[in-house]
């Protein structure tokens, strides 16, 4: 079962992470590097990004980490008897980043990749332990920076350096994270399709705040094929039809979740007016006045959504609107409208964020002593709720929780996975707090909620944000409550990893 959890009330793959604008980069004068024996150059951009680790002790100031990376930079030269320090970047343990080849030199890091892909070592040895939040989130910054140069393809794709020889690279902690990143969904390019060239074009300033979405009123598709035709004659009516210069959405979605690119990320279209130059259109193949649209075209929709905002492509709080909303039109249909229009009330911002250092030792379960909620509408409200609830009555900087969940199973972000709480005093800054939404004191939670909880917990380990070997506890067993109510509590204490303290001391 694909598990979704709801990121800015829009419902996402649990595990599509967001990756941040261009990092701080120390360049190789900054840290002292030898000149290159010599010098090629990479085509840009490339295709392929490779992680690694340095398999040695890590560093969390300037000072060490540079003086790590000259010693890489002798050994790689001294003793491999290459031309320079192997990767293209490293990546300290505080998220300092150290120019190495760089975005443009042919690398020494990856047999086979060196001259189509960038390599990315984070410094420390991650066979058992995960990395720093901050490292990785340093790391995903840069490859966002890169596809925003475009010095790494829209369409990269990420792999271990174990991928590609025989290694233990980049240590089997940071190999199981680095397998969840999302890789952006499956996208047929212009040529796949048989796309027309344009008459013109022009260029948006990425990444945009808003995001349009789109039916196309037409016929439903579910191949390749059929829905190849269909955004042809898409494009065929908008150049020859109406004098556009070239298919006018951002990208197109097949009832089969195939992905057409039609302008891509970083064009301006013709799809929504006065949304065309700080905007990208999303259309629906199909007509969904009545019909509702398939999950998989909906989940399509949403991973490239996500995609976008992983590139640097779409503001993080970019701004999600139905065409209608812009036009006077009845698209994208009256029952896909009821399914976005949900997704329009963005929660707030935290008006303050420290991280945690993950993976945590503690989870803690607690129970919102409100009314239960059965569908996502109900739920989001509720959550939205609670976030004004802490923020304005508690005057916390967000809502407490770390995840909250519905009756019906659904999964919503509070703080997430590496931001410090406020869900319990002792525990928020070396634990994660799971709210079930409904009051448990004499009914239990449904099957399913008590199911997603169970498996976020498990997708947290995996995830290396929470330890192997944690601890569950109730509210009630920190601090002087009745939190998580007695019958969510009967069933907690039969759970895996439940320990019987009271206070942590």
Known sequence: MKLLVFFGLLAINLLDLVFGACPRIYTRAEWKARAPKSVSYLSNPVSWTIIHHSASVGCSSFATCAKFVKDFQAQHMDTNLWDDIGYSFLIGGDGSVYEGRGWSRVGSHTPNYNSNGLGFCLIGD?????????QLEAVKSLIACGVEKKMISAQYKLIGHRQAKATECPGQALYNIITKWPPCPRIYSRAEWGARPPNGVSYLSNPVPWTIIHHAASASCSSFDTCAKLVRDFQNQHIDVNGWNDIGYSFVIGGDGSIFEGRGWDKVGAHTPGYNSNGLGFCFIGNYVSNT?????L????????CGVDLGMIASNYNLIGHRQ???TECPGQRLYDIIKALLTLPRPPNGVSYLNNPVDWTVIHHAESAACSTFDSCAEMVRQFQNFHMDENGWNDIGYSFVIGG???VFEGRGWDKVGAHTPGYNSIGLGFCFIGNFF??????????AVQELISCGVELGMISGDYNLIGHRQAVDTDCPGDALYDIITSWPHWVNVLRLE
């Open 126 to 134: 991650f066979t058992s332990k995960a990395p720093a939040t901050v």
């Open 326 to 328: 812009a036009v006077a």
């Open 408 to 410: 019906e199973g659904s």
């Open 299 to 306: 989940n399509a929709a949403q991973d490239l959504i996500a």
């Open 442 to 451: 004499s009914v239990e939670p449904t099957q399913v909620q008590q199911n």
């Open 293 to 297: 649209p398939p999950d998989a075209q």
